[in-house]
Each structure stands twice: as structure tokens, then as C-alpha cells.
Nanobody
């Protein structure tokens, strides 16, 4: 059974930084899988934030480009999201997701992702 366990959320002042982690377990291999972060603010749809392919290539939403950095450790099936220069509008629940049929692709559609974490809350105070 695949599980995605997120950690690292919390409360931070505007301009501050947080680092999220997502550890994937329960599958013999996550090779060729894309790992991504989505977020959902109250009353809004869940939106794509950033994704990283197994190869290391990345794709960022325009709203976080230049501020967020995604990385992954393939040996440990873990993805990291370094969030810098946080803004109040970054406040949301952040969800890790894995697309096991991605190959080289980084898809932004929620329904492309097979597995989801439980989410971790990020709150940025202004």
C-alpha cells in the first residue's frame, strides 16, 4: 500500500521560509514517477504548485517561480519543497502527490496523480 507522508508545515511570517518533505513508501520502485505538490486554500480548488520528474526536470506554477525550489532523493523516494519569500497568499494546505505513469512528463492535472498525502498546513501571517 502506497503512503505519502508529508511534514514541515507550520506558521511563518511573510518573507520567511519553510521546507516541506514528502516520503513515499509501499511500492517496490518509484522510478519514472513524477512527484508534485499541490495546494488548496479555503474555498478554492486544489492547484498545481510544482512537480519534479524522476529525471530531475522541474515545472513550477508562475505564482511560485523564483521563490520555491523542489528537489528529490530518488534513493529514498523523498521529495522536498523549499519555500522562500513566503506571502500571505501562499497560505493553504499543501499536498504531495505521485504520478506513477508519468515517465518523463510533469502533468498539472489532479487526475493524473495516483497517490496523495494527507496534507500539511502552511500559514503565512502578514
Amino acid at each position: 500500500q502506497v503512503q505519502l507522508v508529508e511534514s514541515g508545515g507550520g506558521l511563518v511570517q511573510a518573507g520567511g521560509s519553510l521546507r516541506l518533505s514528502c516520503a513515499a513508501t509501499g511500492r517496490s520502485s518509484f522510478d519514472f514517477s513524477t512527484m508534485a505538490w499541490f495546494r488548496q486554500a479555503p474555498g478554492k480548488d486544489r492547484e498545481f504548485v510544482v512537480g519534479i520528474a524522476w529525471s530531475g526536470s522541474t515545472s513550477y506554477a508562475d505564482s511560485v517561480k523564483g521563490r520555491f525550489i523542489i528537489s528529490r532523493d530518488n534513493a529514498n523516494n523523498t521529495a522536498y519543497l523549499q519555500m522562500n519569500s513566503l506571502k500571505a497568499e501562499d497560505t493553504a494546505g499543501y499536498y504531495c502527490a505521485v504520478d506513477t505513469t508519468a515517465d518523463w512528463r510533469i502533468r498539472r492535472e489532479r487526475n493524473a496523480y495516483d497517490y496523495w498525502g494527507q496534507g500539511t498546513q502552511v500559514t503565512v501571517s502578514s
